[in-house]
């Protein structure tokens, strides 16, 4: 991994994390997050949570004007709201309701990757996002924060891993969970997700030129964690 040495300009950086589906993101946003003392934002929680209030209010995921005006009446109302519990990890809430668990079924992945391909939505949700993070000492994941939320960040990176490995860490996760699922159901969902995620024309998923690409295929995550939160501490303004 190449490490570069541009010293960043706010006290604490931003730390970009983006990349496919299963590729490991969460828990290793998570670990770096613990690491540093930084805080933990992850942006899909919340493309998630419009997919369910979308689910619930009888509107197509399709359907981008009226999801668009939906997601910008809940970043207004502050009913979209993201927690880190120390024992039970993020919870989040819509409207007070925990949606936590009800955000994380293969449905809602679907409709979550469905209505971020919407500009309206995406508009909904960037300054969210924005104010979230701007004061640096945050870790952000998801699929464009790197090239859209914060192109300046201090310290971005591409996590991925081949899309075998990504499905099968999924279907473990989904296993373990009770969920009834086939690894070839599995990879299928991957590769689809991947494919909308790539080729939708707002805000597409991709590497920022500037972020390191960190393939965990054949990594342990302990290993990508120390390697990532070295790269961050070299990123850091002498304190
Ligand atoms: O990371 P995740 O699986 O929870 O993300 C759910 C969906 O949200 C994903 O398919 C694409 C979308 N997403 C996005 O478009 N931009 C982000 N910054 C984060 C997620």
Do not use: C
């Not at 009226?66 to 990890?89: K, M, P």
């Not at 699929?143 to 971005?156: M, N, S």
């Amino acid at each position: 991994m190449i490490t570069k040495r541009a010293v960043s300009v706010r006290a604490r950086p931003i730390v970009a994390i983006d990349g496919p589906a299963g590729a490991g993101k969460s828990t290793i946003a998570r670990r770096i997050a613990d690491a540093l003392g930084y805080v933990l934002v992850e942006t899909g929680a919340m493309y998630r949570v419009v997919a369910l209030a979308a689910l619930r209010a009888g509107l197509s995921w399709s359907d981008g004007a009226r999801v668009g005006l939906l997601a910008r009446d809940l970043v207004e109302r502050r009913a979209l709201s993201l927690e880190r519990n120390t024992i039970l990890g993020i919870r989040v809430t819509l409207s007070g309701e925990d949606v936590s668990d009800a955000i994380r079924t293969p449905e809602i992945a679907q409709g979550s990757s469905l209505v971020s391909a919407h500009a309206a939505v995406r508009a909904a949700l960037l300054d969210l996002q924005r104010q979230a993070g701007r004061d640096g000492g945050v870790v952000l994941e998801g699929r464009d924060i790197g090239t859209v939320v914060f192109p300046d960040a201090e310290a971005k990176f591409f996590l991925t891993a081949s899309p075998e490995t990504r499905a099968r860490r999924r279907y473990d996760e989904l296993v373990a969970k009770g969920e009834i699922v086939t690894f070839a159901q599995t990879l299928a969902d991957v590769r689809r997700r991947d494919a909308q995620d790539e080729r939708r024309e707002v805000a597409p998923l991709k590497k920022a030129e500037t972020a390191i690409l960190v393939d965990s295929t054949n990594m342990s995550i302990d290993e990508v964690v120390r390697q990532m939160v070295a790269h961050v501490k070299a990123v850091s303004a002498p304190t």
